[in-house]
């Protein structure tokens, strides 16, 4: 028994160049609507806002548990060195990739981050009149008075001896 072979199947079947541009769109949209699935793209889109979310944006900077985390090592740690691939570890995420969510989630660098809440301590300790310039550079983490000092001024201003005068005299609050 023979059957009869129609011409379509000894040759390829092709598509038209005008049929595969219209199956792309609807393929797209097939699979963008089975995309959350497992329903984690929600958790990383931005904040709470329900335009936000319909505009497809994504979450910028690292999760609420990661940016906890990082911040109890940076707190927990202040007086010893601090290392950004330590700190990519804590929120489990690549050095790079954690150098960039962590800028967009601070606003500012890692580095700049640490070198703000070291100088934070010290203004606490200024206030408190507790010891030496020297005493207090070693014990908020930088390497020595003449480092602690520039940092201090290029965030604050003045100098930690001025500030701590001025503050001695009410003009500034810790």
């Known amino acids: 028994m023979q059957f009869a072979q129609s011409p379509s199947a000894t040759r390829p079947a092709v598509l038209p160049a005008s049929g595969l541009m219209t199956f792309m769109p609807t393929a797209r949209a097939r699979l963008d609507s089975r995309a959350d699935v497992f329903g984690d793209s929600r958790d990383r889109r931005v904040g709470s806002d329900p335009s936000a979310r319909a505009q497809g944006e994504r979450w910028a900077g690292l999760l609420p548990w990661q940016v906890k985390r990082v911040r109890d090592y940076v ?21 790079g990739y954690f150098s960039r969510r962590f800028r967009q989630s601070f606003g500012v660098t890692f580095s700049r981050f640490v070198a703000a809440r070291r100088v934070e301590r010290a203004r606490g300790l200024l206030v408190g009149g507790a ?4 005493e207090i550079a070693l014990a908020c983490g930088f390497s020595d008075q003449a480092h602690f000092t520039r940092t201090f001024g290029n965030l ?4 930690p001896g001025r500030w701590r005068r001025q503050a001695a005299a009410g003009r500034f609050s810790a």
């Open 75 to 95: 707190d927990a740690d202040l007086h010893g060195a601090m290392s950004l691939s330590v700190a990519a570890a804590h929120a489990r995420l690549s050095p």
């Open 131 to 134: 010891g030496k310039l020297c």
């Open 156 to 159: 604050m201003g003045c100098t």
